[in-house]
Every structure is written in structure tokens, then in C-alpha cells.
């Protein structure tokens, strides 16, 4: 029978060495299928979180399962079921690419027979083939990672933690590392850190943002960029003197607020903001097209998911000492 529910429930989860708390009562779950990003800056607690969820370290309180099992009573059991590759893979640089993905996958407990069968599957899908005779410490970072990759998906987990997957890469490399795990997204369930920000917001469904050990956001990315725009903001460029465009917008009553300027020629730039609800983008097409003005631009407005990660995680004094 097919597994139901989420893959990880996280409840009250705290980690504390003496008074520092690392993770800070993190509460959040992820469904089965889900791609998510764990984002935040440097000691925000995400690499102690995929630790404790891949039974690597204890925690303080709380409560953890990974598909429906207690990390912390059955780890043996969630460790078949998970694959973990932390931050610095772990690998033997003196063993050969082959050999070493059939040495992990027998001590994952796959038999001779089907330790061979999959390191064939994994060779194929981690573009190791060219390589797989080759001795690791002779590879490059970028097939190193992917071997780590190779290692982690050898016994077929249902759940794949990536701790910082693209660190030291080249650009060429990291987008060879995204791919990847954008397919293993169509049949595992992916938890990925990582400091690279747009690979995260092209490869991931869902973030968590945290800071000082806490969860300050835990949603799609297209959600937080309505919770930080909050009415709708339009961008367009028109053919008509600025009095005159300013007085249509100010009008209407989808525009809650409009600021026209002079700008390149006989064009005007726009920034319109929208009443709760509303898509300006028709609203000005309409006008424009009614008085007969040229339009050369007409743009919603977009925060990046760095811009989201930036307003998210500034602390109360960079809040106070902005102008």
C-alpha cells in the first residue's frame, strides 16, 4: 500500500549547545513529492536540522519523524529510507567510481546481484558513465558531487537530504547539479540547503527561511513575493505627455497609487500600484489603447528570492539603522 502523509514532521524541534540554541523550537513538515529549500545565513541552524532529521546528532526537545518513524527511537529504520549527503562528501578518493558505489551499496544492504543492477542505474543517471573506472581522487569537484549523488540514490531512498550541493561549484557544474535534482524530484522527496539563491528558486516547489535558529517564512516562493509586494505593483512605459497619463491613472479606480515621470523621449515611465486583488496589466493596456497612446512596456513587478531572503532575515538593527 502507498505511504500517506507528509515525509517529515518536524514538532518543537530545539538543539542547544550550553546557551546557544541552534534550531529554536522549528516546527514545519514536507509532503511526499515536494522539492523544498532550506535557506538562511550562516549558523541559522539548517545543516543542524538535516542532521538530527539523518539521525547524525541528537537533539535537545522536540520531535522528529521521517515517514512516520521517530528519529530518535527507530534510526535505523530512517536511515534506510533517507540518503544523506552532507556539505563535505565523505568519499574514499583511492577507490574507483565503480567500485566505490557498489562498496556503499553493500553496506546499505543490497545484495551482490542488485548492488550491481543499481550502481548501473545510478552510473547512468548521475552522468558517470565516462568516468566510473576512474579513481575519485582524480575527478573533478564537479563529479565528485556527483558521485556523492550517486552514493546517496544507490539504495533507492525515498527521501534525499543535500546539504549545500553546489558549493565550489562552477557555474557549467551548477547547472548539471540542479538538473539533477530537479529529476530527482519526479520520485523522491528532496530537502536541499543551499547559499546560491537562484538555484534554489529554480529548482525548489517551497522554502524555509530561518534565522538564529528560528523559521521566519515556510512557503512557495510565489506566495512570499505577494506577502512582500502586498498590492500589486505595475511598471509601463507610455507615448503621451506625463500630465496627461498621470490624470487618466489617478482616475481610475483599480490604481491606489500612481507616480508618472518624464523619460526617454516622448515616452513617460509609469509605476502603478493596484487596489487589493486587482491585475493592473489589462487595466492599462485598455487606457492606453483608448486614447491611442503607444506602449512600449508593461510589467509586473517581481521580487527575486534574494530580495525575499534579504528583507526576511535582516536582523532589528540593520532595520534601524536603514534610512
Known sequence: MMNRGPIIEVQHLTKRYGHHAAVDDVSFTV???EIVGLLGPNGAGKSTIMRILACYLPATSGAARVAGLDVFRDADGVRRRIAYMPENNPLHPDMRVREYLKFRARLKGLSTVASRERVDVVTEECGLTD?????IGTLSKGYRQR??????????????ILDEP?????????????????????????LVSSHILPEIEMTCERVLILRAGKILAADSTANLQQRMT????????????????RACFEALPA????????????????????????????????????HGWALRELTRTRHSLEDIFMQITRTDREEEETP
Open 31 to 33: 509532503e511526499r513529492g
Open 131 to 135: 568516468v566510473s573506472r576512474k579513481i
Open 147 to 160: 558521485v556523492g549523488l550517486a552514493d546517496a540514490l544507490v539504495h533507492e531512498p525515498e527521501l534525499i
Open 230 to 245: 502586498g498590492h500589486g505593483q505595475v511598471l509601463a512605459e507610455i507615448a503621451a505627455p506625463a500630465p496627461d497619463v
Open 255 to 290: 490604481v491606489e497609487h500612481c507616480e508618472v515621470a518624464s523619460g526617454d523621449g516622448a515616452f513617460c515611465s509609469c509605476v502603478l500600484t493596484a487596489r487589493p486583488g486587482v491585475d493592473l496589466r489589462p487595466v492599462v493596456f485598455d487606457a492606453a489603447l483608448a
Open 166 to 190: 553546489t558549493i565550489g561549484l562552477d557555474p557549467r557544474q551548477i547547472r548539471a547539479v540542479r538538473q539533477l535534482v530537479k529529476n530527482l524530484g519526479q520520485r523522491h522527496t528532496v
